[in-house]
Every structure is written in structure tokens, then in C-alpha cells.
């Protein structure tokens, strides 16, 4: 076993915080039993205490620990796509407490799918862990990070010495999980993200629902999120000095600085946050993101860009 992975599970143990690659974004991790630790998360995050955290597992035989009463359709999404880019929003048990859930009677559950990632959960759970709260690894409303360097600058300011960052490569996926409500007799979509509607019907047969009326229910889905510094526009064309993120078939405008050229919606995603954060280390003031069109992950592309664009 690495030597940097087992101090990272010592910190967890200890109450530490530590920063873990997973394939959608980098999490901001604390031993999801421990009070104390996590009320640091919210700190180091700058995050309101009522938004409820995902706890992250490695094995699907710990889901019964923090969730119950769970939906047939619920078992068969995770039986399809764990561990994946997915979190489950099931009944809470007495394991899950208000400081992970916000007060609320659910919980949010997810096995993410990167070997470094996953080696941490599973070894913190071989020593007794139960699952580690984390949120994406960056102050409240900013960019999510994709890489280990990405983290440091958003939230070395905010760690102590004692809190680790595991440097596990960028995100494969590079957009937040696609959260899905399974409190309900049928799925419903809270965020969107790699695990379309139509990979939810086909593992289970009913059509997921996509309303955004339960915005209240997951805060952390507020109108602006997602947000550089730089002032983001959709769709329209760049001017002078301006940056500009669309698909490579889509030429440069004359004085506009490219940010990304990705080949297809895939790697959109995958390189989307670490563009908008290239913009602001550059200190570009507007950034032109043309959204992409499909069905396929330009769904969350388009939302988290819409986001980012309604500061
Ligand atoms: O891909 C991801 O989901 C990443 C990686 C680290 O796993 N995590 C992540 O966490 O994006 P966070 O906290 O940045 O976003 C999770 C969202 C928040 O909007 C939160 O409010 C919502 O999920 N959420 C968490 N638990 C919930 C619950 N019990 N009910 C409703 N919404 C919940
Ligand atoms: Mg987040």
C-alpha cells in the first residue's frame, strides 16, 4: 500500500480534511461520522451549513449503513452505474446525521469510479470508516477543480498542515455527478451529468423526471454556481481580447483568445472547468462558451455552463 495514501487515511481517522481525485471533480473529504471534521468542509469551503454533502463509499454493501427503505429502481441505477458518476438521493439512517444531510430526513450517496479515489474509501473502510463526506474542492460558488493543482488554488489559504490533497491525475469525466432523487415512486433528476435521462430509463424502466422544483431540496443547485471571475456568455461572438470555448470544428474569431477546442461533447466536459480557470489565471475579463447541442453529456455541459453565465 502507498505510503501517501495510508497518511491520507490517517488524517480522515484523525478528523483531518483531505482533497481526493474522483472521475467527475476533485472532493474535499472528512470522515463522514465525525462532526467536527466535517463542520471544517463548510469552512474551508465558505459554504452555507445547510447544504447537505454526498458521503462517498466504495462498496455497494455499505449503502444499507447510511440509506434505507430504497426504491427497486434505485438498487438496479446503482447495480448499473456504480461506481460512476452518480449520486443517489435515498432515506436517510440514524448513521446519517443533520451535519451531513442539512437537517434533511435524506441522504446523498455515491461510489465514485478513480483507482486513487476509490483505494482511500475502501482502505478507510477496511479500518473501521464508515464513508467520507466531500463536496467538489472549491470555495462555495466557484469552479469545480479537475486536478490536484487546481485545488491548491482554490483552497490551500484554507487548510491546515495536517490536511492532505491526493494528486491522482485530472477527472476523466470533468462535471459533478449526475444527482438523482430516489425518494419518490420514480427517479428524478436534481443535477444533471454524465448518467443521462435516457441511461436512467434504460437501466430501469421509467422515465426520469427532470423538474427543477426541487431546487429547495439540493441549495447547492442555486441559479449562479459554477462561476469563474471572468464574466461568462453564451452564444454570442467574442470580441477582442475576449476568451472563447467551443467545439474545434468552430473557428477563432480574429483577436480572441481560444480556451479550449474539445473534439466532441466527452471532452467538453472533461476540459470545461480548467478552461474557465485558465480565463482567470490569464485575467481575462469575458469569456464566449458556445453551447453544445445533444442529448448525451452536453446536458450538464449546458447547465453548468448556464450557470456559470447567470452571476
Ligand atoms: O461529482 C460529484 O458529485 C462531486 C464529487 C466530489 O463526488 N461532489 C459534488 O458535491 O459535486 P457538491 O457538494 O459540490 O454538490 C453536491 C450537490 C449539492 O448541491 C448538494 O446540495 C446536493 O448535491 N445534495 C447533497 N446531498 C443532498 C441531499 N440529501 N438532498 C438533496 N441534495 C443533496
Ligand atoms: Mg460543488
Known sequence: MHSLLLGAVEALKRGYLVAFPTETVYGLGADATNE????????????????????HISNINLLGKWAKDIPEYAIKLARSYW????TLILPRTDLAKDFITGGQNNVGIRIPNQTLGLALLSEFEKQGGFGVAAPSANRFGAVSPTTAAAVETELAAYLSGADQILDGGSC???LESTIIDCTGSTPNILRPGAITPQMIFSATNL???TTNALIIKAPGLLESHYSPKAKVILDQTPNHGDGFIALSNIKTPEGVIRLASPKNNEE????LYQALRSADSQQIKVVHAQLPIGND?????RDRLTKSANR
Do not use: F
Open 36 to 55: 467536527n471534521a466535517v463542520n471544517r468542509i463548510y469552512k474551508a469551503k465558505g459554504r452555507p451549513a445547510d447544504h447537505p454533502l454526498i458521503v
Open 83 to 86: 461506481p460512476g458518476p452518480m
Open 172 to 174: 476523466e469525466v470533468g
Open 207 to 209: 422515465e426520469p423526471a
Open 268 to 271: 467538453y466536459a472533461k476540459v
Open 297 to 301: 453529456i452536453a446536458g450538464a455541459i
